[in-house]
């Protein structure tokens, strides 16, 4: 019955957002270059006016599924659940400074945006709110399971700080695989889409394993929500995701497995965002001290690019880790499924 209800809401979402992007480029365009023209123009080639932003555009699209597939999913069930509403205020924060960044880069033309450090204490402080509010809305606890038939582990008071770290780094960490500090040019389009679509299927799978409805839901909102903006936004992309989508697909990504309370499945599912980030990172802390260069670009998504490896080629090799990360947290959830029955 839940997946009948679903089908009608995830294509009614799928079909929004396309005409939302087809509303948005142009009004987008108009922005960024002072130039209305209401047709698309050549949908294989680009012509330097594509806007970015196109994370607005995912955000209404989930929005518009968010609220009747939560309902749907709630429907019959004895208490209401209430991690719809969180993972989607906190997902909406979060995109917010991702869209402050794309209005003031890309359609007022500025240099600079918000402080990096301004903004990452932010998404913190937000991430800290997120899982405070599962904690006292949703009764979620402080517990994380192992695997390898570890067990539990209790770490009290400070999961807080510790996951609110883990999901800023994510954040981070997504922000970079779609493109380096707003860089289109360092990114192959779509790629981030993709892994993300892969990486929300593996949670709807994992959700359905541990029998919760409820994150089943959201996990397949946020599915056909990346689907959606590949019509626009794949290789060659008339509508940039931008800083704004993401950061909105960072936080989607952070903050489902902790609605599961499997947080081992973001290093699963999310390896290739695991992955590009610690290049990124490890790129960093390099340069800083040899002033040398491991990777030929800002990541491994960049070196991929830079290496001449052809941007599809790319977005299938990001989505084939994946599919293999998201097998494994699959299995997981099995085994996670059995420790809750015993």
């Known amino acids: 019955m839940l997946w009948s209800r679903l089908t009608l809401i995830l294509a009614i979402e799928l079909t929004a957002e396309i005409l939302l992007g087809r509303l948005a480029i142009p009004a987008l365009r108009k922005i960024k270059t002072g130039k209305f023209d209401i047709y698309i123009g050549d949908r294989f080639r680009k012509d330097g006016s594509e806007p970015k932003l196109g994370g607005a555009v995912m955000a209404a699209a989930l929005i518009t599924g968010l609220i009747p597939a939560c309902t749907a999913a709630s429907f019959g069930a004895q208490k209401p659940a209430y991690e719809g509403a969180v993972a989607a205020i906190y997902a909406l924060a979060v995109f917010s400074f991702g869209a402050a960044e794309d209005i003031l880069k890309d359609l007022r033309h500025r240099n600079v945006g918000i402080k990096p450090a301004v903004r990452n204490f932010c998404v913190y402080m937000l991430s800290l709110g997120a899982l405070a509010a599962l904690k006292l809305i949703c009764g979620h606890g402080e517990e994380i399971l192992l695997p390898f038939r570890l067990g539990y582990i209790d770490l009290g008071i400070w999961y807080y700080p510790i996951g609110a770290a883990v999901m800023t780094l994510t954040v981070g960490a997504v922000k970079v695989h779609?493109?380096?500090?707003?860089?289109?040019?360092?990114?192959?389009?779509?790629?981030?889409?993709?892994?993300?679509?892969?990486?929300?299927?593996?949670?709807?799978?994992?959700?359905?394993?541990?029998?919760?409805?409820?994150?089943?839901?959201?996990?397949?909102?946020?599915?056909?929500?990346?689907?959606?903006?590949?019509?626009?936004?794949?290789?060659?992309?008339?509508?940039?995701?931008?800083?704004?989508?993401?950061?909105?697909?960072?936080?989607?990504?952070?903050?489902?497995?902790?609605?599961?309370?499997?947080?081992?499945?973001?290093?699963?599912?999310?390896?290739?965002?695991?992955?590009?980030?610690?290049?990124?990172?490890?790129?960093?802390?390099?340069?800083?001290?040899t002033k040398k260069l491991v990777f030929r670009g800002n990541s491994l998504h960049d070196h991929l690019l830079k290496s001449k490896i052809n941007e599809y080629k790319v977005i299938m090799l990001s989505a084939a880790v994946s599919a293999v990360g998201a097998a494994v947290a699959a299995a997981f959830a099995v085994y996670a499924e059995k420790i809750m029955i015993n």
Do not use: H
């Open 178 to 289: 779609d493109c380096f500090a707003g860089d289109t040019e360092s990114s192959a389009d779509g790629c981030c889409c993709v892994t993300f679509v892969i990486f929300a299927a593996a949670c709807c799978i994992c959700a359905g394993i541990v029998k919760n409805a409820q994150v089943q839901a959201i996990s397949c909102c946020c599915c056909c929500m990346a689907l959606g903006i590949l019509f626009w936004g794949l290789a060659p992309a008339k509508l940039y995701v931008g800083e704004s989508g993401a950061m909105l697909m960072g936080a989607l990504t952070a903050v489902l497995p902790a609605l599961m309370d499997l947080q081992f499945i973001l290093p699963l599912a999310g390896i290739a965002f695991l992955t590009d980030g610690v290049c990124s990172a490890v790129q960093y802390i390099v340069y800083r001290k």
